[in-house]
């Protein structure tokens, strides 16, 4: 009886242990794919509150595309695998769930925001 309790343990302790590391090997980890996604979204800022306000004249989509596209490079993956990796975690909506609160919380860290052209941050 104390061997199938003590394996009992054992279970539930590992799999109440387990990081958030566990996802296939061809998809993105959770780490970075959260660097990946805050960076794309930096970028989709950077775009549109400040690159495309300066020059109207720029494609708005190809601009928004040459910037994911240096975000991958940054991170060096491929689209494929983003893409790949993006519908992993929209079909595990916990693991995404966990990207987007750190994500949020990053966004609130006062160093990180980014205001808009003429605004400043709000002081402390």
Same mark, same amino acid.
């Given at each position: 009886?104390?061997? +199938?309790?003590?394996?009992?343990?054992?279970?539930?302790?590992?799999?109440?242990c387990q990081s958030r590391q566990d996802v296939p090997n061809d998809i993105i980890g959770p780490?970075?794919?959260e660097a990946v996604l805050f960076d794309m979204l930096r970028s989709g800022?950077?775009?549109?509150?400040?690159?495309l306000t300066k020059d109207s004249s720029l494609?708005?989509?190809?601009?928004?595309?040459?910037? #994911?596209?240096k975000v991958l490079v940054f991170h060096s993956i491929s689209e494929q695998q983003f893409k790949r990796s993006f519908a992993y975690y929209q079909n595990h909506p916990? +693991?995404?769930?966990? #990207?987007m609160?750190? #994500?949020?919380?990053?966004?609130e860290d006062p160093l990180i925001k #980014?205001?808009?052209?003429?605004?400043? +941050?709000?002081?402390?």
């Open positions: 009886m104390r061997g +199938l309790l003590a394996f009992l343990l054992f279970v539930v302790f590992s799999w109440g780490d970075k794919m800022n950077l775009v549109n509150n400040f690159i494609p708005k989509e190809q601009t928004q595309i040459d910037w #994911i596209n916990a +693991l995404m769930a966990s #990207i609160d750190s #994500i949020s919380k990053r966004e #980014i205001s808009k052209p003429g605004r400043t +941050l709000p002081a402390e």
